[in-house]
């Protein structure tokens, strides 16, 4: 039996704001689940801190809820050990570039079999305007009256150059092609990364729906756009100052769960008896002293 919208959802009341773009990432995220005829059961939606961070109380999923900067290190204990669950993080770029930056580049260079979606507004909007990671130079906050004097972390260059197998970029507001990249990748085998430009409508002004709506560029629409080629794909986005939507690179190679030696055999730990009589518990205890 095919599984519907109204199952992936939950009574919960949003806290965001009306009119965030977070709003159209959850609606993505729960049609690409839907799409792909997903159990419930079988899904787990690892969320960090923030705003984005409440997503995974509005999926009717396992949710898991962890502190700042660690959505990604958590969500690679729970595919490992459940390898049969699909595994979305989801976090912002406060969340994702700022304290959770190293788990970020480790995550892509192990490329565990999990998919990423960053929340990306360019500020930091549950602690009400400060300056984010992701803010472009001049952007004036809370806490840069005069002006951001930081360069920005552009996610797509690093995921680019870090070697991620899975790079995409959406917007919130065009909901039917940013949850068909969550479902291409979902499907990908290996680590993916969905950036989701979600603006803030409280307390970001300059990037708002207008300024993406006039400036983007759809890879998606260029029938020359070549997306298995990684020079080209990251001199687009250079090219475009990242101001890019759709597919733009994925390459298909073996998954930190394909090259583990036997890591494919052995029983997934969540199916394992762990239970531990005071015999093996003192054999265990023996082999580390």
């Given at each position: 039996m095919a599984t519907t919208l109204a199952e992936f959802k939950t009574a919960e009341k949003s806290w965001w704001c009306p009119g965030c773009g977070d709003f159209g990432v959850l609606a993505a995220m729960q049609r690409a689940l839907v799409e792909m005829d997903l159990n419930p059961e079988m899904v787990t939606i690892v969320a960090g801190i923030g705003c984005s961070g409440r997503i995974g109380n509005y999926i009717n999923s396992y949710n898991f809820h962890t502190v700042h900067g660690r959505t990604l290190p958590t969500a690679m204990g729970v595919k490992l050990a459940n390898r049969d669950l699909t595994v979305l993080a989801a976090g912002g770029d406060g969340d994702g570039l700022a304290i959770g930056m190293s788990h970020f580049m480790h995550m892509m260079r192990r490329n565990i079999d999990i998919t990423y979606v960053l929340m990306d507004n360019h500020i930091y909007g549950l602690t009400k305007g400060q300056v984010s990671p992701a803010s472009d130079p001049g952007f004036v906050t809370k806490s840069t009256p005069a002006g951001n004097i930081e360069h920005p972390v552009r996610p797509l260059e690093l995921a680019l150059a870090a070697g991620a197998g899975f790079v995409a970029q959406g917007f919130s507001s065009n909901l039917q092609q940013l949850a068909e990249l969550i479902k291409q990748a979902v499907q990908h085998r290996g680590f993916s990364f969905v950036n989701a430009i979600s603006p803030c409508v409280t307390f970001?002004?300059?990037?708002?729906?207008?300024?993406?709506?006039?400036?983007?560029?759809?890879?998606?629409?260029?029938?020359?756009?070549?997306?298995?080629?990684?020079?080209?794909?990251?001199?687009?986005?250079?090219?475009?100052?990242?101001?890019?939507?759709?597919?733009?690179?994925?390459?298909?190679?073996?998954?930190?769960?394909?090259?583990?030696?036997?890591?494919?055999?052995?029983?997934?730990?969540?199916?394992?008896?762990?239970?531990l009589s005071p015999e093996k518990f003192e054999r265990l205890l023996a082999k580390f002293r």
């Open positions: 970001n002004k300059v990037n708002t729906y207008d300024f993406y709506k006039e400036g983007l560029t759809n890879v998606d629409e260029d029938p020359n756009y070549d997306a298995t080629d990684r020079s080209r794909a990251f001199a687009k986005v250079v090219e475009t100052e990242s101001m890019i939507t759709g597919l733009i690179y994925r390459e298909e190679r073996p998954s930190y769960e394909d090259l583990a030696a036997g890591f494919m055999k052995a029983p997934p730990v969540a199916n394992q008896d762990l239970n």
